[in-house]
């Protein structure tokens, strides 16, 4: 079984995400590595995406996806919720997975009497910390695998959607409906033994 470690969580989303992909029905045109070229360029990369290395990808998701959900923080608190999250930043966008996030706590703060409402911004700042940290010691261990639990449902309920909207994504949902199955599986498998929450 793997160590969950910062480094290890990213370096296994750019395993998951695979190399040069350019699908005619992909929005996101040529991707490497999961990165689109639009985020590359972003990123100052001006080369072919075909050329496009793992270190480089590596860099690109820890600024742009780790650090802006400041999953230091969670992972601090949760290995599994900052795992899942980072993975629905990829997919879904950071602002959107940050919502879900502030969404959840939000509407766990027992009517504000455990903690205030969060600002459902999509920006992770000391105030959604601060809001996890008091979810955590009121709700406990159950708490963060119904939070993961709710993340999970919520990046399947995205993918249902985009494929509604977009008839061009149903090429895409089983592949998407089999990651977060996958994590389902695997999470559970990690809870049960004790290990991670």
Not at 40 to 49: P, V
Request: net charge negative; hydrophobic share 35%.
């Amino acid at each position: 079984m793997e160590v969950y470690t910062k480094e290890w969580i990213i370096c296994d989303k750019v395993n998951v995400e695979g190399g040069y992909v350019d699908h005619p029905n992909d929005p996101g045109k040529a991707t490497n590595h999961g990165i689109t070229e639009a985020v590359a360029r972003a990123h100052g990369f001006k080369g072919d995406m075909r050329d496009l290395t793992k270190e480089e990808a590596v860099a690109i998701y820890k600024v742009s996806y780790w650090d802006k959900m400041m999953l230091d923080d969670i992972y601090d608190r949760s290995i599994l919720i900052a795992d899942k999250m980072f993975d629905m930043g990829i997919n879904l966008g950071v602002h959107k997975t940050s919502e879900l996030f502030q969404r959840y706590l939000t509407i766990n703060n027992q009517l504000g009497d455990i903690y205030p409402d969060l600002i459902v911004d999509g920006y992770i700042g000391p105030k959604t910390i601060e809001g996890f940290d008091s979810f955590i010691a009121y709700r406990g261990k159950r708490g963060k695998i119904n939070c993961l639990t709710a993340l999970l449902c919520g990046q399947g309920d995205h993918y249902c959607r985009l494929a509604m909207a977009r008839e061009k994504s149903e090429a895409f949902i089983h592949g998407w409906m089999n990651r977060v199955g996958k994590d389902i599986m695997e999470y559970a498998t990690l809870i049960d033994s004790g290990r991670y929450t």
